[in-house]
């Protein structure tokens, strides 16, 4: 299985929008599977066997840092010019009302989705997703927060607020930092199966949730009543 090549644009986006759902992802990785193995007698030969590996890239206009929000900056691991194919590409958000797309990047995008290819936005990802005529005529989600203003600036989009993420062909919307987590797992489980979804989401004890908000992890109760934690690890007798 060939490795999925997965990018993000690198403009001031908040950096939970894109490094908490790439660090998701790759917690259910076959590479990430063949390294937890060492601590836990879980991972099974079938899990690494099927899981998915991936490849990111951070993409630039030029190598220049970029400064993100919480005093994260990154560093471009390429740029629109020399950037292998991606089969995902992941839309963070910026700030609206400050931000200005640069046209190399808004026809970066449209090529993309023009290619059929997977298109992931979080929180006003999807505001960026609109300032290139993308999602007109689609069905997406955006930030809540932001929700009027983006629809009374983009009305040719069908905006909605009522699930967490929204699915129309080959763009997902999600509506925030953590449901766009929560999106991300849902095509890793989707496409992957259990064995990725679980390590993905014990890989950051995360407890992800369905399209309405529901968490889809049980929880666990004790003989009293009482709630325990949600997940069981198992161990090795010796290391």
């Not at 997703?129 to 069905?139: C, E, F, Q, R």
């Not at 509506?175 to 390590?199: C, Q, T």
Request: charge should be negative; aromatic fraction near 12%; proline fraction near 5%.
């Amino acid at each position: 299985m060939a490795p999925i090549v997965v990018g993000s644009l690198c403009y001031q986006y908040q950096a939970s929008d894109v490094i908490a759902p790439f660090d998701m992802i790759a917690g259910g990785s076959k590479q990430l599977l063949e390294a937890i193995r060492t601590y836990s007698p879980d991972v099974t030969d079938s899990g690494i066997k099927n899981a998915p590996e991936f490849v990111f890239h951070h993409i630039g206009l030029s190598r220049d840092l970029v400064d993100l929000t919480a005093g994260t900056i990154i560093k471009p691991t390429c740029t629109v010019d020399d950037c292998p194919e991606l089969d995902i590409l992941l839309l963070g958000g910026p700030n609206p009302v400050s931000f200005d797309l640069d046209p190399r990047y808004a026809e970066f995008i449209r090529r993309h989705v023009a290619a059929g290819k997977i298109l992931f936005t979080n929180c006003t990802g999807a505001f960026v997703a609109a300032m290139t005529g993308v999602l007109d005529g689609k069905n997406a989600t955006v930030n809540h927060i932001e929700y009027e203003w983006v629809k009374q600036k983009y009305p040719k989009v069908n905006w909605s607020k009522d699930k967490k993420w929204v699915i129309d062909g080959n763009i997902w919307t999600g509506s925030g930092p953590v449901a766009g987590m929560d999106m991300m797992i849902h095509w890793l489980r989707e496409n992957y199966g259990e064995e990725s979804f679980k390590w993905a989401a014990l890989n950051l004890d995360f407890e992800p949730r369905d399209i309405d908000g529901v968490n889809v992890v049980p929880f666990r109760y004790g003989a009293d009543g009482k709630q325990l934690f949600t997940y069981v690890h198992h161990y090795y007798d010796s290391y």
